[in-house]
């Protein structure tokens, strides 16, 4: 769910990529891009939920899982909204200009844009400054480590990640700064990394509470039986650590026991 989010000049406001699962819930959204405010992949089975929403510019297009509208201002100028086959789509409440709808859906599909005069709104969410919980890095911008050139690779027990993820990490640094994201899955380090300042190194557990969903999980093999080894993670001043779990594939369930007391793995959230 994403609450109060305003998206300008980028090809695509919300995407859903194909065999992508789940809901997806945007309320209090303005949407102005380039090419598409909303795009669903055929071979998704997401639904995706937008409401009290503005969509000032790119066209929509849902060829799979189903799309539902609720209580928005809808301005695709000109560009047809798009429905496939394999999808659904639910409008109720909107307000449409200069939208017209291709529906080629073989599901029945509900669309009424009459006004919905007890439909009860989501409240405004009282912000607060979080500067405080939380050191930001020093810029606003996202690196996806799997992503060319850097080529980090998630579920592959062959390859060292070690080197391609502390290139990344290096390359916002020189940049100013950002995140470095590490998509789900689990990722084979040889060797040790160093998170440089102004950079925050972010993986997909984000629950406070306990991780869910696969995780972004380094598997860490250097320095195994010496104590005096370096860290595996070293962080520079005003970095960040998010989001990531620290697996050691070779450690035996015994080698955790010291006197008959379990000691415990540690989530970095």
Known sequence: ????????????????????????????????????????????????????????????EAFGGALVLLDCDIDTQGQPLKVGSESRIIMAGNRLRRVTIDNQSMYEMHISNEPINDFKKIPEFPYKDIHFFRQRPDRAALYVATDAPFNVRANDNTVDNTQPLQAVLDHAASHGGGIVYLPPGKYRMLGHITVPEGVELKGSVDVGSQPMGPGSVLEAYEGKGDESAPPFITMQKRSGLRGIVINYPEQKFDDILQGGRLVPHVYLL
């Open 1 to 60: 769910m994403f609450h109060d989010v305003r998206v300008e000049r980028c090809d695509y406001g919300v995407f859903v990529p194909r065999n992508a699962s789940g809901t997806i819930q945007l309320i209090n959204w303005h949407i102005e891009a380039e090419k598409y405010a909303v795009g669903i992949n055929s071979n998704s089975s997401t639904h995706v939920l937008i409401g009290q929403s503005r969509v000032a510019s790119g066209k929509i």
